[in-house]
């Protein structure tokens, strides 16, 4: 089992460009989830979707930030247009019902 | 909603020695605790968790405690080892949508010195 898998690991953007985040969660998990850790805000759960279907989106921080999961295998998290305070480690997790999450390697996200 | 408090937020241990990092967490309702583990540089791991009707859990040299009156909760790490330095993380969640959604605490940076 590959686990959880993120691309890019790596992303270096100028500001006002448009990001977009991929994440393959482990075949067979039902949730996914989308966290973002900074320094100074630690890891924070930005939404997260059980069976496809978003279920809570409320720590989106604002409309800059889209979240999709046109299917069980594949999700994206875009930030359009990306401002330098985005910047951060982007960690996709995923999970089946009752057992905790598992965490991707993380995309280190530097916007210029 | 949930907000999990965590001390230290740094720690430094001499090898051999225990470490104990505590928790706190404010929704009564919370019913599952999992702690993570952070190496530099690498996703978090889970190392070990415990569930509202349990008040301890071990495996090997880690332990955890769970006082749900005073809404706390611990990590025990005994006989340190210099591979136990890293950042690690209490998380808080209740059951929703038949999956754990977790609030983590802001970390604890453990060193463990040779």
């Known amino acids: 089992d590959a686990g959880v898998i993120q691309s890019p690991r790596h992303e270096v953007t100028e500001m006002g460009q448009e990001v977009t985040l991929r994440c393959k969660p482990i075949?067979?998990?039902?949730?996914l989830f989308w966290y973002r850790q900074t320094m100074m805000r630690g890891l924070e759960l930005l939404i997260y979707?059980?069976?496809?279907?978003?279920?809570?989106d409320s720590g989106m921080p604002e409309d800059r930030f889209s979240a999709k999961m046109p299917n069980a295998s594949f999700s994206t998290l875009k930030i359009q247009p990306s401002e330098p305070r985005d910047s951060a480690v982007y960690f996709c997790?995923?999970?089946?019902?009752?057992?905790?999450?598992?965490f991707g390697p993380g995309t280190r996200l530097t916007v210029l | 909603g949930e907000n999990v408090e965590q001390h230290p937020s740094t720690l430094s241990v001499q090898e051999g020695d225990s470490a104990v990092i505590k928790c706190t967490y404010s929704?009564?309702?919370?019913?599952?605790f999992p702690w993570y583990k952070q190496e530099l540089g690498k996703r978090p791991q889970l190392i070990i968790d415990?569930?509202?009707?349990?008040g301890e859990k071990k495996d090997q040299r880690i332990a955890v405690t769970l006082n749900k009156t005073a809404k706390h909760f611990s990590l025990h790490i005994t006989e340190t080892q210099p591979e136990d330095s890293a950042v690690y993380f209490c998380?808080?969640?209740?059951?929703?949508?038949?999956?754990?959604?977790?609030?983590f605490g802001k970390g604890t940076k453990l060193s463990v010195i040779p």
């Open positions: 997790a995923s999970s089946l019902s009752g057992l905790p999450p598992y």
């Open positions: 998380a808080a969640s209740k059951p929703g949508a038949g999956s754990y959604q977790l609030t």
């Open positions: 075949s067979g998990h039902n949730s």
């Open positions: 415990i569930r509202s009707n349990v």
């Open positions: 929704d009564s309702a919370s019913n599952y």
């Open positions: 979707f059980n069976n496809n279907v978003p279920i809570d």
